[in-house]
T-cell receptor, first 117, second 111 residues
């Protein structure tokens, strides 16, 4: 069974540009989560999509946005890039929570390393 | 105060040793707890869930102390392959709850 896939693996941008990161969940999973892992700061929750809708977002500015497509894949868009946006962006998927989200195991993709120069 | 705090380590212990580390959380309404393992430059992978009654999986034991608001992970008879960063995860009960990861504890097992 294929795991969570992300593309691109690496992305280099300059300040002020926009970045688009993509994620394909495990087949049968309808929930997709995005996390930012900056060096030394641990994983920070960014966004949660389920069944095409944004369910929750972390403490990030509005220039971090995304969407989930009918096939449950997802995009994360970061506008007006800043140097501190350089990080590993991880996507995770889980089955749609029939019970509270917190009960469902998340499976992570390999991540996209974004470098902002 | 951070919502979830872990000792960053590194913990450097000899092979075969027993090592334990804790993770404290600030929200008493937190309901679900997990330990993830992350190898260097890899994605996190679920190690085990943490149940109220405590749970064991082979050499790994996880416990929850609601009164003191912390979870713990104990690794017995440590192996070289246990070297990794261990992340604790705390979430609430409702679908509006955020998922909070700790910054991780680095563990290094030496021969």
């Amino acid at each position: 069974e294929a795991g969570v896939t992300q593309s691109p693996t690496h992305l280099i941008k300059t300040r002020g540009q926009q970045a688009t990161l993509r994620c394909s969940p495990i087949s049968g999973h309808t929930s997709v989560y995005w996390y930012q892992q900056a060096l030394g700061l641990g994983l920070q929750f960014l966004l949660w999509y389920d069944e095409g809708e944004e369910r929750n977002r972390g403490n990030f500015p509005p220039r971090f946005s995304g969407r989930q497509f009918p096939n449950y894949s997802s995009e994360l868009n970061v506008n007006a890039l800043e140097l501190e946006d350089s990080a590993l962006y991880l996507c995770a998927s889980s089955v749609s929570p029939g019970q509270p989200i917190s009960q469902e195991t998340q499976y992570f993709g390999p991540g996209t390393r974004l470098l902002v120069l | 105060r951070k919502e979830v705090e872990q000792d960053p380590g590194p913990f450097n212990v000899p092979e075969g040793a027993t090592v334990a580390f804790n993770c404290t959380y600030s929200n008493s309404a937190s309901q679900s707890f997990f330990w993830y393992r992350q190898d260097c430059r890899k994605e996190p992978k679920l190690l085990m869930s943490v149940y109220s009654s405590g749970n064991e999986d082979g050499r790994f034991t996880a416990q929850l102390n609601r009164a003191s608001q912390y979870i713990s992970l104990l690794i017995r008879d440590s192996k070289l392959s246990d070297s990794a960063t261990y992340l604790c995860v705390v979430t609430g009960y409702s679908s509006a709850s955020k998922i909070i990861f700790g910054s991780g504890t680095r563990l290094s097992i030496r021969p």
